[in-house]
């Protein structure tokens, strides 16, 4: 197992940042430029990441003002579970946790730890620039 990870501090309320994150409408903005074909719902997406694979993604569990958890519908590679935690830091401002569950043996592990962290780094970064 891996696990990918980061954090962020935005200085908006739970509730603004957990209902921009329940909706997977939102999640377009917040992927990287190899990433098209993009089409969602408030519980689906799917999109292809260039030069590697298609994948549909569904939200599996929502914990209002806790957590949105997503897992793929179709066939992966490999087993992953894709997690936003959202916490009160306090009066208007929230922290942000991105995180990537992937069951990953030793080759995939050298082949995909470098772009699932990157994945994970760059959507807290755009998360931080949308809810400045």
Known sequence: ?????????LDKPIQEVYTFLADLNNHEQLMPENIYNWSST????RFTIKNMAKLA????????????????????PFEVKLSWQVEDVNAGQTKATFVIDAQLNMMMKMVASGPLQKLVDHQVASLKELLK
């Open 1 to 9: 197992m891996a696990i990918f990870q980061n954090s962020i501090v």
């Open 57 to 76: 993604l569904q939200v599996s569990a929502r914990v209002e003002n806790k957590e949105i958890v997503c897992v793929p519908v179709e066939e992966t």
């Open 42 to 45: 408030a519980d689906e997406a």
